[in-house]
């Protein structure tokens, strides 16, 4: 597994990967609806490039694809962290959260 900064292409990839992560990973502790509300499928991606620009983001990408993001503001508020269904236990999101860390300290 690769960390990298975000790049603007990447974004409609992570609306992808978080829609698909909240409704089935959290499937098992909310309702449908619950997810729905959470998740709609309808992220604004001008929204969602302009804060992952503004943020620290990280991405990790594993033999070409993406498997999770997380980004961090300037304050060390941790705004997203997702990993990818088919990626979880691996230690993806501890990585991007050290990343992230280390990345807000150092600037």
């Known amino acids: 597994m690769q960390l990298?900064?975000?790049?603007?292409?990447?974004?409609?990839?992570l609306a992808k990967l978080f829609y698909q992560t909240v409704h089935s990973v959290n499937a098992r502790d909310y309702t449908?609806?619950?997810?729905?509300?959470?998740?709609?499928?309808?992220?604004?991606?001008?929204?969602?490039?302009?804060?992952?620009?503004?943020?620290?983001?990280i991405v990790a990408v594993e033999n070409n694809k993406?498997?999770?993001f997380g980004d961090m503001d300037k304050s060390g508020y941790l705004d997203r962290l997702?990993?990818?269904?088919d990626h979880q236990g691996k230690s993806i999101a501890s990585a991007i959260?050290?990343?992230?860390?280390?990345?807000?300290?150092?600037?």
């Open 4 to 13: 990298r900064r975000y790049k603007p292409a990447d974004c409609e990839p």
């Open 32 to 57: 449908k609806e619950q997810l729905n509300v959470w998740a709609t499928g309808k992220v604004d991606l001008q929204e969602w490039n302009s804060s992952f620009l503004k943020h620290e983001t």
């Open 66 to 68: 993406i498997v999770g």
């Open 82 to 85: 997702f990993v990818h269904k």
């Open 97 to 107: 959260c050290n990343e992230l860390e280390c990345s807000i300290k150092g600037k």
